[in-house]
Every structure is written in C-alpha cells, then in structure tokens.
C-alpha cells in the first residue's frame, strides 16, 4: 500500500512506531542519545536490523533511517527520503550530503529503483551530521 501527500512525497508503507523496536538492544551509547533526542521531536523507532534503524514521526508522516554501521565507528548518518528537500538540508550547519542516492534493502518504506544487479532497491539521501545537534537540527526539517 502507498501512502501519499502532496508535501512528503510516497512511501511504500508508513509503519506504526514499535516500543520493542530496538532488535535486542543499542549498537551503542551514541545510538541510544540519538534515539532519546528523536523521541523528544516526536521520531519513535518502529523497525530496526543490524545496518538501520527506523525512525517514524507519526503526526508529521516522516521517517527517517539511523544507519547503524557507520554509529559503530561513531559517525552519525541519516537517511531521508529522496524527495526531500537536499538543497535545503545542504544548509543546516554541521551536515554534508552525500552526492548521490543511498542504497540499502532494509530502507523499507522508501521508494525503490534500478541500482546495480537485476532488482529494485530502496533508497535516500545519506545525510552525516557532524555532531548531535546536528542531527537535531535535520530531525527539525525533516
């Protein structure tokens, strides 16, 4: 089923927010601040797998992905939808945008295209953000 508003373009899916989302605990504390700092803006962890955690604001129709790999070596990258605003996000201070579009199987409820092989794949922007308020800020705008 594809959801659809004029303002947050078309996902699959909206997934409802899932308190046991966590998969078996946080990748590390780092995670754990960004996942308390999403939830003070209305994010809620609604899926989780061991490359991303999804992150869904239910009143504004937003979701948003954690990649967990890169929280390992304690980079913080989000994923936002492709149709999101990047020329805006390029502006909010200590972030960088990734050139090109990021894919991964495990962003679910994004759209999918042809990447490399014989299949469609989910993808979004990659979005590093330099530090937590960073991430704060493109939770604000997103």
């Not at 991303?52 to 939808?81: C, D, F, M, S």
């Not at 679910?108 to 990447?115: G, L």
């Not at 299949?119 to 953000?129: A, K, N, Q, T």
């Amino acid at each position: 089923m594809t959801v659809a508003s004029p303002s947050s373009g078309s996902f699959r899916f909206f997934p409802e927010p899932r308190a046991d989302s966590g998969a078996g605990g946080w990748a590390n504390d780092l995670e754990e601040r960004l996942v308390a700092l999403a939830s003070e803006r209305g994010f809620l962890p609604s899926h989780a797998t061991r490359s991303e955690l999804e992150l869904v604001h239910p009143g504004r129709r937003r979701i948003v992905y954690l990649n967990r790999k890169r929280l390992r070596v304690q980079t913080i990258a989000v994923i936002v939808p492709p149709w999101s605003e990047v020329d805006e996000l390029r502006t909010i201070s200590g972030v960088n945008v990734r050139g090109d579009f990021f894919h991964s199987s495990n962003l679910r409820a994004f759209p999918r295209r042809m990447h490399e092989g014989n299949r469609e794949i989910p993808y979004g922007y990659s979005l590093v953000c330099a530090d937590v308020s960073a991430f704060g800020r493109v939770l604000d705008r997103s």
